[in-house]
């Protein structure tokens, strides 16, 4: 199985006029299915867009219909880096 390439940032200039306003307005967009080996099955594509971040990606479905922007999810991973160093470094108490 290759590497999945997801969640993928996607260059302001390469989402069409239509799209752009239809993912701002309704949310994420179905685009394309990845018949891709990244998958075990077919797996559905959808194009949405991060407030925080300005930025358009592409992502799958994660459980309960959650896409994960790109930026997002390094600061999330960045925190819990963070956290288990904390926890790897930290003493126990009664040495
Ligand atoms: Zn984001």
């Known amino acids: ?3 999945n390439p997801y969640p993928m940032v996607v260059p ?3 989402v ?5 306003i239809g993912v701002r307005i309704l949310g994420d967009l179905f685009l394309t ?8 099955k077919p797996m559905k594509i959808y194009l949405a867009w991060c407030g ?3 930025l ?5 479905m994660h459980g309960r219909g959650r896409l994960n922007c790109p930026e997002c999810l390094a600061k999330r ?8 160093i904390r926890l790897a470094s930290a003493k126990p108490l009664h040495v």
Do not use: A, P, T, W
């Not at 069409?16 to 752009?20: A, D, E, I, L, P």
């Not at 358009?56 to 799958?60: A, K, N, P, T």
């Open 77 to 84: 991973l960045e925190m819990y880096k963070i956290k288990s």
């Open 16 to 20: 069409s006029f239509g799209r752009k």
């Open 33 to 40: 299915v990845d018949y891709s080996q990244c998958f075990k």
């Open 1 to 3: 199985m290759s590497v």
């Open 56 to 60: 358009y990606f592409l992502d799958y």
């Open 52 to 54: 925080s971040h300005r």
């Open 12 to 14: 302001q200039n390469e």
